[in-house]
């Protein structure tokens, strides 16, 4: 849809969305600003790429943002797991509002005739996707049309947060219910986070109640593991875990009855991440458990000698906030020293690769610490239930990011290193220069 330049020029003037913004409770409008203008700004497409149209898309996704009393939520990022649908063949669009006249009636009957509107144009099925108060405009929107066939509502709220508006803020559970008991026909997906200060708590054992008894085809995704606060949503993270899920519920009109999300990328490695080939070999005796429990920390070999990497020891897997796995096997050990492999794999827009290295470290009381020159750190401290507390540091030390990685069988990456060999019997081992690109650019 082309844009007016009154709308382009609105856009310029706009104050870029802070992400930690605090939704707007609907009866405190009157502490926006007064000289933000009334009108709206409307529905355009979430990404520059050329839409499908309605002869070729599966069909079109509206997605609707927050409502945020310190910022204009119209210039917040889409969330990254709408490309999960883009990549299948659906159209993205954006419901884009001023924060001013952004109210929960005036902008559901919006989108309501936004869905008709592309229904009339040959969409095959039209998907309202929102987050916190944009989530209750499309459940609003989905109890008023039948053209709504699909909602994807994440951390839904609309009444303010527990610090700020807790006299309306019970409101996010109290008028979510009635929304969900009045969606006509639509398949209704919910998520809700744990540590979302926005969230009364209990809504989704309630939300599954009513939705079965209704008979609509539904999944309440409650507090998913590893994924914290009223914006996970927005994270590479949720992408990675439930994209696919998403994608699925929203393709398949058929499907009947509660669904289950039980996402399997992040329990065990990928076939995206990239291993040394030689660890396809039969891995040595463990040694981990007796660096961990020795008192000094030494991790001496049992022959007080180098052990030649040929296999991983002691092997721990997790992943980045970012959405990017993480691999991390100690080789070989003497003394104090180390050798080990660390490997992550691509980051979710596939501009940086799955990468491994082979990095040299040492024991500095409890804690494995690799800080070459010219690499970033990489700290990994044990942890009582047998993992590991991972630090990385860029190389000028400006950034970091912290995860917790679970260790796993040696066995699991030598087979996974054998699949690479069946599966490419003709390609090389990763070129020197991405072995070794520990750069701060190579996590990010």
Known sequence: MKCLLPKVLARIALVRSAMAGIVLALGVAGGVAAASPAWALGLDPAFPDPLL?????????????????????????TPIYLEALRDDGWD?????RLSQGDTLKDSSKRLVDYSAELKQKGYKQVALAGQSFGAFLALMAADASNDVDTVIATAPAAYGNFDDFYESWQ????RLYPLLEEVKHARVMVFYFHGDDFDPGGRGEHSRQILAQRGLTFAVIDQPAYLTGHWASSSGLFLRRF?????????NAALTGEQRCNPRWGTMPSAEMKLPPELADPPPQPLAKRVAASPTGSAAA??????????????????????REILFGIEAAHG???????????????????????????IVKDVFVFDEPGKSTLRFRPKQDGGLGATWMSIDHQISMTAHLKPIDPQIVAEHAANMLDSAPDSAPVAPAAANSDGSETEH
């Open 243 to 251: 994209g696919d899920c998403i994608r699925d519920f929203a393709d």
């Open 302 to 323: 049992p022959d007080g000698g180098n052990v030649p990497p040929h296999g991983l020891r002691d092997v721990w897997y997790g992943f980045y906030p970012n959405g």
């Open 336 to 362: 104090d020293d180390l050798t080990a492999i660390y490997a992550i794999g691509p980051s979710i827009d596939n501009k940086n690769p799955a990468a491994w290295s082979r990095r040299k470290g040492h």
């Open 53 to 77: 149209g309605p002869a070729h898309a599966k069909g079109v996704v509206v997605w609707s943002h927050g409502r945020s009393i310190n910022a204009e939520d119209s210039q917040a990022h």
């Open 171 to 174: 409101s996010n559970a109290s």
């Open 92 to 96: 993205i669009m954006r419901f884009d």
